[in-house]
């Protein structure tokens, strides 16, 4: 594999990226007897069930045919999150007048040291996922295409590896979608992006979750005139419909163009440009020039060449099928990560790889996927973090809901900070104060999401969130802001009545 397609920039950043990630020079080692367990993919689920192994005593191999470090420190949340931050940064610049300072004119991005800060970010991230570091841990790292040969075979660069369990850990990739004109006309996606060294003028970014809605903000706030594009009526349509209607306004207000609702028909090149052809919702069909087109249409489980036909593994399109401990159709194989659960976060593969190392080296106890409370956060500004049910989530299980809201507007620290667009939902169960889930909406929700996610998973309910001292002031106090207003419904019509006697009979 030739590394420097998916790196194209050749500068000290990348070269030390390509030294931890697949130094040029590696030997694979020589297949030493039966390894408790085989490891197919160096990407975040794969790299914990490695050390997991390697922790314990276990005779542990990896093998990877690309880089270490998977899709996470290559292609996604750390370059992605890096180059998100500088476009924060020229947000901030361009706002500083609302603060009193008062920036010169001619202040400008340059978006060529923004990728390479970026890089270097990367880079100095990488000896966290290298070689050399599980090397050490004592895996035995192997580069190269791995391929099963039966129940409990693999081959990798033309060597045969032995095992007694397996994880399959080969993570997803960007999905297609069959735009007439699309492929031949040339497209980007989260793999090649950040390979970008100057500004494109004119950016569409097809598909408005949570990536499409990232870069698209990310990019304008860096000088790019983008276009957004989606078939939905909104963008973020999984998240909480209040959630997603402040991020919608927040890309609006950055200068993104929202062009929702629509079907995009073809795509073609005419004089170096790029021209979409796309119905709107009114059906009249529209041109639209572009220079690049970032696709951000979700992901693709990487199931393909693993020959899981000769292992007797079953899969689907959407990726291999697991039991709720992981394990696979063949008992001997387990999957982990984007490959196998649909959760496709970083942290929901490094839980997954630590309950295949449960499960598949330890007779008990056995853990279960379905155990998990996942929270996760889109990085936009404002962010959005949810854990738990949504309300619709909720009605579908049988439970009935009250939900306790707060307001950022209405929170000092917020003020101050003059980030006062978002809130907190907590869905409760009716009648008792058990959280089933929540949303937070602001410029530091990933933050503030753990409190309610520890709280959920140790069963402390509204009542402890209530009685929790929060410094002051903290955007996190809109959370006791909430629990406060559960607290009040504790008053009722009786208890009033009671507390009233008492006081009286006390004054």
Known sequence: MNIHELLTVRDEHNDKLIANARPPEWQNPTPDGRYNLVVIGGGSAGLVAVAGTAGIGGKVALIEKSLLGGDCLNYGCVPSKTVIRSGRVAADVRDAARYGVHVPEGVSVDFGE?????????????????????????????????????????????????????????????????????????????????????????????????????????????????????????????????????????????????????????????????????????????ELRVDDILLAVGRAPNIEGLDLEKASVAYTKKGVTVSDRLQTSNPRIYAAGDVAVPYQFTHVASQTAAIVVQNALFPFPKRKFSDLLIPWVTYTDPEVAHVGLYPAQAAEQGFEIDTFSADMAHNDRAMAEGSTEGFVKIHVKKGTDQILGATIVGRHAGEMLNEITLAMKHKLGMKGLSTLIHPYPTEAEVIAKAASEWNKTRLTPTVAKIFGWWLRRTR
Not at 225 to 250: F, G, K, M, S, Y
């Open 114 to 286: 923004v990728m390479a800060r970026m890089r270097r970010v990367r880079a100095d991230i990488s000896p966290h996922d290298s070689a050399e570091r599980y090397t050490n841990l004592g895996a035995d790292v192997y580069f190269g295409e791995a391929r099963f040969t039966g129940p409990d075979t693999v081959e990798v660069a033309g060597q045969t590896l032995h095992f007694s369990k397996a994880v399959i850990a080969t993570g997803s990739r960007a999905s297609f979608i069959p735009i007439p004109g699309l492929a031949e006309s040339g497209y980007l996606t989260n793999e090649d992006v950040f390979n970008l060294t100057e500004r494109p003028n004119r950016l569409a970014v097809i598909g408005g979750g949570p990536i499409g809605s990232e870069l698209a903000q990310a990019f304008q706030r860096l000088g790019t005139a983008v276009t957004l594009i989606d078939i939905a009526e909104h963008i973020l349509p999984r998240e909480d419909a209040d959630a997603a209607e402040i991020v919608q306004q927040a890309l609006a207000r950055d200068g993104v163009e929202l062009l929702l609702g629509v079907k995009t028909q073809k795509i073609s090149v005419e004089g170096g440009e790029k021209l979409i052809a796309y119905e709107d919702n009114h059906g009249r069909v529209i």
